[in-house]
């Protein structure tokens, strides 16, 4: 077999995509999904969150597992450092779904990857956070993201893994577009 004829093998089950897209266009009601995650105060500005399950494609889907995270601010913010910032779990989340979109672009166009990373960086005004002036934007002004991507491929090819990787991203869509958020108190 000549390295012509082997197939990419990138750990993502497209068929398995292709199969819940497919299941989707008879059913588009299915593709209602609701994500959930919990967070509990710890001491100071560190808390503690948790996801295991969701509803999708019709039903609650139970998880393999709970996933937990710890947040905190740095010490030079007069906290513990006992975990991520928020606002660096938002760029881990970003990082995360783009690359994720890569593998699976990948995969269904047979380009076998050998490495990818990508590098992130968020500008913040912390002014705005602190109330120092009402005028500065208390989110991002504005994020970068790099990507070192080795694979089967030309340069052109890459780059349009990761478009559409772009195009595809729900955490992209989540960052780049409003999106109603509604707070409330029990």
Known sequence: MS???KKADNGVNVDALLGAREMLEQTPEAGAFKWRATCDWINGTQS???????FGFGAEQPRTREFEFDADHPEAFAAKDGGATPVEYVL??????LTAGVASVAQNRDIQLRS???????DMDIQGILGVDREVRNGFSGIRVS????????????EALVAQSQKRSAVYDIITNPTIVSVETK
């Open 48 to 54: 503690h969150s948790s996801v295991e399950g969701f």
């Open 3 to 5: 390295t012509t004829d």
């Open 116 to 122: 990818v990373r990508a590098t992130l960086e968020g």
């Open 92 to 97: 881990v989340g970003l990082a995360s779904c």
């Open 147 to 158: 990507f070192e991507i080795d694979a089967d491929a030309s340069k052109d090819d890459i």
